[in-house]
């Protein structure tokens, strides 16, 4: 009796010490139609309004409660229009636009996001993709890229401000001098655009916005992107003193007054290493080249311009003069980490990359829509370490040959994960300060690592989450989970996704987590903050709280 008593309370026990919590729902939300597009507001600022529509009807809604501000049928707010292909919404601006697309008779309305009122509608403007839309909230307008010019629109009444054939491709990330109202900015290609342009070429330029006119241009080296499902740029403008300094596969400085080149750090490098899923609409590959290190006066950059040999290479950052040239790295496909730690240079080759992807089918009568995010690996794996002096070779390591998902810095700690095991290795010899297995979190392999605060690695499982002292290997907490992928991640809060939809946010901290069980193929947008996960499923839509 007591063997029975003992094991019962033991079961009860581990019950409670794995037991989590369902997400708080802070508002629940049906809708008189189905969800086929959506958007959210992730700034959840209280003011801020989010939409979810079908091919027929769409509804605006108030992030803080829930409650519809608006709900109607595209052609009661835009009579031309008879079905919609598209919807954009741009928060700064509280509009929202609409695409009808015919064959060379596009439709575009421009929604006032807080009433549903038309704002204004043209047909001038012909296959605009998504992408190519972007708004200048210091100018409270739209720069619309077409095939053989750059337009720039008010925001509110579509009048045309002006036009130039100077300027192809997207406006990217760009630098605005609110003194003269002009602009430094990038051009860029972006997925599944191919097709529009002709004859499209890198620009760097710089733009009187008054009336258009190009005060100056270059071109820059490699491919400006931004990922296609987040947005966020994958490049960097930025303006110190009269210089700019575009960081895109390595460092190129301009003079921001006449736009002549200074010195160049660069190389061109397009990543295909992974091939993207079968039917999808739009696809990119990232991190598969390590940022520029800069070091005092010191830049660092990774030359990646031929698929068979890379090389290092020292530069200085006043002047650009070369320092010197690594030791050839032969083979790498991809080399996603670069890390200077006193001395040394430690590089990653191989391990895990990201992708993201976007596309929307037919399945029977309903469209789907399918976005995600994948860590695949890239071989060949391995972790070497350079001298910072002359670029030789300081140390190779074997232990990687066979796996690798990733290498990061936590102050001087170079923390390097196999996937079954977690190394910390002397930057100066390459030797082992310690290695745990991973297995000991109880979650699965790695398939990423990921530094947080002054010494703890977190561990993204196979199935869930744990985190380790990176001075000493300390398992500190475990979270286990079902199998599941890496959503998102937000300072202490990592956000899993299960294939069926379901989803876990865990507090790195304590190693608990809670959960929401959506509905399969349902569509997720965590805020800015991560305190809220909006979900979609169906006809309905919820707000979590992840806390």
Not at 107 to 127: S, V
Request: proline content about 2%; overall charge neutral.
């Amino acid at each position: 009796m007591k063997t029975l008593l003992l094991s019962f309370m033991l079961i009860l026990a581990a019950h409670f010490v794995v037991a989590q919590d369902d997400m708080t729902t802070v508002w629940e939300t049906k809708l008189n139609h189905k969800i086929d597009y959506y958007g959210t507001d992730l700034s959840d600022r209280p003011d801020s309004y989010s939409f979810a529509a079908d091919d027929k009807k769409i509804t605006v809604f108030n992030n803080s409660d829930g409650s519809t501000v608006w709900n109607k049928a595209y052609k009661d707010m835009a009579p031309r229009l008879r079905k919609v292909d598209e919807l954009m919404a741009f928060w700064k601006s509280n509009t929202i636009f609409l695409f009808d697309r015919k064959m060379g008779k596009d439709q575009i309305a421009c929604i006032d996001m807080e009433t549903g009122d038309l704002l204004w509608a043209t047909d001038k403007y012909q296959e605009v993709m998504e992408d190519a839309v972007v708004y200048i909230p210091e100018e409270d307008g739209f720069a619309i890229t077409l095939k053989k010019q750059l337009v720039f629109i008010k925001a509110r009444t579509g009048e045309e401000v002006w036009n130039t054939s100077k300027f192809s491709g997207t406006v990217g990330q760009y630098v605005y001098n609110r003194s003269d109202r002009t602009m430094v900015m990038v051009n860029f290609m972006p997925s599944g655009l191919m097709a529009l342009f002709t004859g499209f070429k890198n620009q760097i330029a710089r733009v009187n916005m008054i009336n258009g006119e190009i005060l100056w241009e270059n071109n820059y080296i490699g491919r400006a992107e931004k990922k296609v499902l987040t947005g966020e740029f994958i490049f960097d403008l930025s303006l110190v003193a009269d210089k700019v300094f575009l960081r895109i596969n390595g460092i190129q400085v301009y003079d921001y007054n006449t736009g002549a080149s200074l010195w160049s750090a660069a190389f061109d490098f397009t990543a295909d290493v992974v091939k993207a899923p079968s039917g999808t609409k739009k696809f990119g590959a990232y991190g598969t080249v390590a940022e520029p290190v800069v070091v005092g006066n010191d830049v660092y950059v990774l030359d990646m311009s031929n698929k068979k040999n890379q090389y290092v290479k020292k530069y200085d950052l006043q002047t650009g003069r070369l320092l010197w040239t690594s030791y050839e790295i032969k083979g790498a496909r991809v080399i996603p980490g670069m890390n200077v730690v006193g001395d040394k240079i430690a590089l990653q080759i191989g391990g895990r990359v990201e992708t993201q992807f976007y596309r929307r089918y037919r399945s029977g009568d309903d469209w789907v829509t399918e976005a995600g995010v994948t860590f695949p690996e890239v071989k060949p794996f391995g972790v070497e370490a350079l001298n910072t002096k002359d670029g030789t070779l300081a140390w190779e390591s074997e232990k990687f040959r066979k796996g690798i998902t990733n290498a990061i810095l936590i102050g001087n700690d170079y923390i390097v994960s196999s996937g079954k095991s977690l190394y910390n290795l002397d930057i100066n010899t390459g030797a082992d300060k310690f290695e745990v297995p991973v297995s000991k979190g109880g979650v699965g392999q790695a398939s990423l690592i990921m530094p947080y605060k002054e010494n703890i690695v977190i561990v993204v499982g196979e199935k869930g989450v744990s985190s380790f002292n990176a001075d000493n290997g300390e398992l500190l907490t475990s979270g286990k989970y079902k199998t599941s992928t890496l959503y998102q991640r937000f300072d202490d809060l990592v956000i899993m996704q299960t294939e069926k939809s379901d989803v876990a946010a865990f507090d790195v901290d304590t190693g608990k987590y809670k959960e929401f069980k959506a509905k399969t193929g349902s569509g997720f947008s965590l805020t800015s903050d991560g305190e809220h996960l909006f979900v979609y499923e169906k006809k309905l839509v919820t707000k979590l709280k992840t806390r």
